[in-house]
């Protein structure tokens, strides 16, 4: 079974410039998650969609980050403008259960962003 | 509200020594606990999890947590130390989302 898939490994931009993170889910998972993880820190959730539907964005910053998951299946997720403090790793998961959050989540190697 | 809380950002043992990475989570409702760890440059990778069952949860790699309801704790154990469980651990929560902690990066000293 091919795991969660993300691209690029690493992005380099300067501040105010625009990115963009690909993610492609393990295959029939329905859930689908994006972390922010800033150095020395946990995995911060920025949203989590249910097929094509959002399930939780209450800590994405909706001025500058946005995401979409068309067809239920690859999401992307953008930041624009970028500020220094969004350099992190983002990190895609996904599970297949519709309902809860007990299922396991598998995640991506991640999408490390330096933002100078 | 939840959250967790993981005691030590830095933890180092000897080769075959006892690991023991602690953690103490809060919940307003009753728990789903994790740990997970995440090897340089790679995604997470779940160890173990509790969803209610038995207090004593056996995952991967020879790890084991227990849960402590009175001490609101679910510290992650292994009786023997490996070079490579070096690695970061996160403890995650979930309540109505998910929560992870900060992290414990074991350091294992040959």
């Known amino acids: 079974e091919a795991g969660v898939a993300q691209s690029p490994r690493y992005k380099i931009i300067e501040k105010r410039q625009s990115v963009a993170f690909w993610c492609n889910p393990i295959s029939g998972h329905a859930t689908l998650y994006w972390y922010q993880q800033i150095l020395g820190q946990g995995p911060k959730l920025l949203i989590q969609?249910?097929?094509?539907?959002?399930?939780?964005d209450s800590q994405l910053p909706k001025d500058r980050f946005s995401a979409e998951r068309l067809k239920g299946v690859d999401s992307t997720l953008k930041i624009q403008p970028a500020k220094l403090e969004d350099s992190a790793v983002y990190l895609c998961?996904?599970?297949?259960?519709?309902?809860?959050?007990?299922?396991?989540?598998?995640f991506g190697p991640g999408t490390r962003l330096t933002v100078l | 509200a939840q959250s967790v809380t993981q005691l030590g950002s830095h933890v180092s043992v000897s080769e075959g020594a006892l690991v023991l990475l602690r953690c103490n989570y809060s919940s307003s409702v009753p728990p789903y606990l994790f740990w997970y760890v995440q090897y340089p440059n790679q995604g997470l990778q779940l160890l173990l999890k509790y969803t209610s069952a038995a207090t004593l949860v056996k995952g991967i790699n020879g790890f084991e947590a227990e849960f402590k309801k009175s001490e609101t704790s679910f510290h992650l154990t292994k009786p023997s130390a490996h070079m490579s469980d070096a690695a970061e651990y996160f403890c995650a929560v979930f309540g109505n989302q998910f929560y992870f902690g900060t992290g414990t990066s074991l350091t294992v000293i040959p």
């Open positions: 969609f249910q097929n094509n539907g959002v399930v939780d």
């Open positions: 998961a996904s599970s297949s259960r519709l309902a809860g959050g007990t299922d396991t989540q598998y």
